[in-house]
Structure formats: C-alpha cells, structure tokens
C-alpha cells in the first residue's frame, strides 16, 4: 500500500512543479511563497481546530493525536529545513528551464541514499551503486545540455540554488522518516503545524526583507496557478506522510518513486512551456529513471 501511496504522491509533484512555473514566469518570488505557505495552512487549520475541540480521535488517516513541546520543536526544525528548501527551490524554477530543473531534483534519491548510509547505517548493494553512477553520468550529461541554452552548471548561481534545494529536500526526507517512525509522530500533526509555522516563518521574510524593497525588484502578479500551487502539494505530501508512517516502508524506495514526478513536468515543459533541446534532455531524463529503477532493485 505505501508503495502505491509514492506514486500517487509523484504524479501530484509533478502537477506541483508546473504550477510553480506557470507562477513564477515573470513574478516576484516571495510572495509566490508566501500565498503557497497561507493556501497551504488554510487546507491544514482545520485539522488543528477540530484536534483542539477533540473532534479527531479514534485514528484512521484524519487522526492526530496529542502531542507536547519536544515535538512542536521538531516540527518547527522541519519547517526550517523544508522552507530553506523551498526559497532556494523557487528562485532556481523561475530562472531555470523546466526540463532542466525537473532532472536534477529526480537526484534528490541519490542523496537520500547517501544519508541513510550515513544517518540509519543503511548499506548500499551493487544495484544502488549502480543507481548512484547513473544519477552522477546523468548530472554531468544534463551539465552539458545546459551549455547549448547558455547554462553552465559551474558558473550559475540558480543551478547551485537547485542543488542546495534539493540537497534540503534530500534532509527533510531522512527528517520525516525520524519523525515519523523514531519519534511516532502523527502524519497529520507535522503536516498541519509545519504549513502553520511555515507560515508564520514565511511571513516575517516577506515584510522583513521583501516589502521594504519591493519596488526595486519584479512587481507581484495574482495567477490564479498560485493556488493550485499549495493545493497539489498539500495532497502530494499528505499521501507521502501517510505512505512513510507504514511500518515496512523504506525511505529510499519512496523517495524514488516521488522523483519519478519527473516525467509529468518534463512532459508538461515540453507541451506547456516549449522548452528547447529536449531529444538531448529525454536522454538525460532516461538516465535518471534507469538510475532510479536500479535503486528500487537494489531496495526490495
């Protein structure tokens, strides 16, 4: 079942990054981030009021449960590493082509695997090595790719920003297995309160750092695919959670299948945005899969 649970989560990723896009062409990049942050508590606040009002007990899927300081600390953690995450992802979608962006967070398994090597003492067999030489060959060929649209992956501050992007989200995914399996905590309570923290985080880098200077930057544009932002995620993460707290679920393998989201933005880049050089990127983009594929053989 947790299996089946990823890839409904990675097909709703997938219509998660072209929203982003279609948002961000041409907009300013904190607000985008602050509305998706406000939708995104606006779907999870009544969870936390109807849990005040003990109106979610009894478990199934809607349930969350009590929960004490130690744990709002947590979940204030994770919402740091996932906000981070999200800045330095944003600002990379605006400025990166979609069939380049959408490769190289499909790494993010790479380096889930390397952390739950170092934090869970997890081993790699021949099939994940395997997987990890793919993803590498597959960076350096999209590198290249990216040279023909004058994109040198060296020199290019929003390529390092998707890189630190997805090496947060790659964090924030050993974070939730710890939180969700170590520490036992409700699926709904971390996603609840930490779209509301994230919120209230979110909120102070806008009026603190944005406002005062919102003249000198791109202005602001209302899209309506700004909501539609924090509605696939907040379903593609709900589904995600729930897929992770089964006790049999591997971290590796469901952050495989999440990545393979890749296919719906690769396609919509191709369809929606026109994006260029894509025989090259399909080649790259086959790479990544295949890597991904040989890490799920190499997981079971």
């Known amino acids: 079942m947790w299996l089946i649970l990823a890839f409904c989560s990675a097909v709703l990723l997938g219509f998660y990054d072209v929203s982003k896009k279609q948002s961000l062409g041409g907009n300013a990049v904190i607000p985008v981030l602050t509305l998706n942050t406000l939708f995104s508590t606006l779907v999870f606040l009544p969870f936390i009021l109807l849990s005040a009002a003990g109106r979610l007990g009894g478990g199934g899927f809607f349930h969350m449960g009590e929960a004490g300081w130690e744990a709002h600390l947590c979940v204030i953690l994770k919402s740091l590493i996932v906000l981070s995450s999200w800045i330095f992802g944003y600002f990379a979608m605006k400025h990166l082509p979609l069939t380049i962006v959408g490769p190289v967070n499909a790494t993010r398994p790479v380096m889930?695997?390397?952390?739950?090597?170092?934090?869970?003492?997890?081993?790699?067999?021949?099939?994940?090595w395997a997987g990890v030489g793919l993803a590498v060959l597959s960076f350096f060929l999209l590198s290249r790719s990216g040279r023909r649209e004058g994109i040198d992956f060296r020199h290019n501050r929003w390529v390092l920003f998707l890189v630190l992007a997805a090496a947060l989200g790659a964090v924030s995914g050993l974070y939730d297995k710890y939180l969700m399996?170590?520490?036992?905590?409700?699926?709904?309570?971390?996603?609840?309160?930490?779209?509301?923290?994230?919120?209230?985080?979110?909120?102070?880098?806008?009026?603190?750092?944005?406002?005062?200077?919102r003249r000198q930057g791109t202005p602001f544009r209302w899209r309506w695919s700004i909501p539609l932002i924090s509605l696939f995620l907040s379903a593609a993460d709900f589904v995600y959670f729930y897929s992770l707290s089964y006790d049999d679920a591997l971290i590796s393998v469901v952050s495989m299948v999440r990545r393979s989201s890749v296919v719906v933005s690769f396609l919509c880049g191709a369809l929606l945005f026109h994006e260029k050089n894509l025989r090259g990127k399909a080649v790259d983009l086959g790479l990544v899969l295949l890597g991904m594929f040989f890490l799920y053989l190499g997981s079971r």
């Open 112 to 128: 889930v695997l390397v952390g739950a090597l170092l934090v869970f003492g997890e081993r790699l067999n021949g099939y994940q």
């Open 181 to 213: 399996g170590t520490r036992g905590l409700e699926p709904l309570f971390v996603q609840s309160w930490y779209n509301l923290y994230q919120l209230l985080e979110m909120t102070a880098v806008l009026f603190l750092l944005w406002w005062p200077r």
